[in-house]
């Protein structure tokens, strides 16, 4: 092949990508099948490699943990013990609703875990921020369900495959989860910053409540997340709201359970594409 | 009769006679080892941020840099689609990128046709660059300021590890120029 032949191919490779790159930006879930086969295709090994990961928890910790290295991780660890005690708090107005639930017969339906799985890797390389799971189709997971782990809210299943998903993972910039202040109801959206933390916009304007280690849980309106999964805890404030810290970071997650989509109607009712469920600013 | 040195009859890459390179193995070697680099989302490492460095793209680099005309220019086609695959960004973002990539290192060895570490070293920081700060660009998330200068440490790390996967890379070159096949 001459010269002049590699370039017109490669100029043709390259315009073609641009093609594929214009059509997965303006319609993300057209390839979504090509990648869901790819997944399936190297899960056995990522899912062996996960097995791996919580011995050497510590050193990828480290890994993970770069950005927030010395001085802050002090800071961090006594944020941390604020975070517990207001979970625990949190814990316990989950059970006096409970109770008083109970007390007017109200039926609160158990939410049964549809799969519960490995979270195997993620895309690090990249500025999005997706994960990916050992549990799909077979096991019962569907787009849309969240995904949960004993800390909190991890993300929601993006794409299922038959033996592996995609997770949008909270931190990544498309993430937007309704959550109240767990002591009130003080409602705000969480919005991934794809550095690990969260940006808190309170849905009203005005004066800002947010103190420094108040916990945010959802609030289930959307329909997609149930209420009271704690996502984060406020960190530092904005003019509109505040930076949070992620509560069930992904690093330190080994097992996450698949939920069920909370309200089925009250989510397809608001569905609309990934892309543009963010609100017009 | 005199006799030959043992070594006579060898190179580093095994006896000269009776074997052969591996056609397998001389062509599909750096394909193979590009393509297990696109494969980094699947390693065990659940990532808050950006950090670790693009090892596909990376490796693409260092063996086009240390063996011009061994992948041929169209290469970033089928290993940009593979890397796009897994690597989170939009599908095609990888093709564009690699493909460009690939043409731009034709257009700088025409115009500086030698070769040493450091102008490799050179060249591939003043790739990965761009590169990063386009494939964050097109990667669809809603970028900030914050998000932009997230790019740097992970190009910090990029840059510095390039010449230690250079250095595999020329291993894994003397792996794949083995006489391997026999004949006769």
Known sequence: ?????????????????????????????????????????????????????????????????????????????????????????????????????????????????????????????????????????????????????????????????????????????????????????????????????????????????????DVFVTSGSGGLFRPGIAVGVAMEITRDGAIAQVLSNPAATDFVTVEPIWQREGYEAVRSPPRSDTPEE | METLHPKARRDPFGSKINRAHSPLLAIGLPWLTIMLGSLTPWLPIIAPAPILPPFGFMLLLAWRLLRPGLLPLWAGLPLGFFDDLYSGQPLGSGILLFSLVLMAIELIEARFPWRNFWHDWLTASAILGPYLVVAALLSGAALTFVQLTMILPQLVISIVVFPVLARLVARLDRLRLMRFRRIG
């Open chain 1, 1 to 213: 092949m001459g010269l002049f032949t590699a370039y017109v191919v490669a100029g043709l490779g390259a315009l073609f990508g641009a093609a594929l790159l214009i059509i997965s930006l303006v319609r993300p879930e057209t390839f979504n099948g090509l990648r869901s086969m790819a997944a399936d295709a190297a899960s056995p090994a990522g899912e062996a490699g996960a097995a791996g990961r919580t011995e050497s928890q510590g050193f990828f910790e480290a890994i993970a943990g770069y950005y927030r290295a010395g001085s802050r991780n002090a800071e961090l660890e006594r944020e941390m013990e604020v975070a517990r005690v207001r979970l625990a708090e949190a814990q316990a107005l989950k059970q006096e609703n409970e109770r008083l639930k109970a007390v007017l017969g109200l039926t609160h339906g158990e939410t049964r875990p549809v799969a519960v799985a490995r979270l195997i890797g993620s895309t690090s390389a990249s500025a999005r921020r997706i994960g990916y799971i050992s549990a799909g189709r077979a096991d019962g997971v569907r787009p849309g369900m969240p995904v949960t782990s004993p800390m909190g809210l991890v993300g929601r299943v993006l794409e299922t495959g038959s033996r592996s998903a995609r997770v949008l993972l909270l931190t990544d910039s498309e993430s937007m989860v309704p959550v109240r202040r767990a002591s009130d109801n003080l409602v705000a959206f969480a919005e991934g910053r794809s550095d690990g933390s969260l940006r808190l916009r309170l849905v009203t304007l005005g004066t800002n409540p947010i103190k420094r280690g």
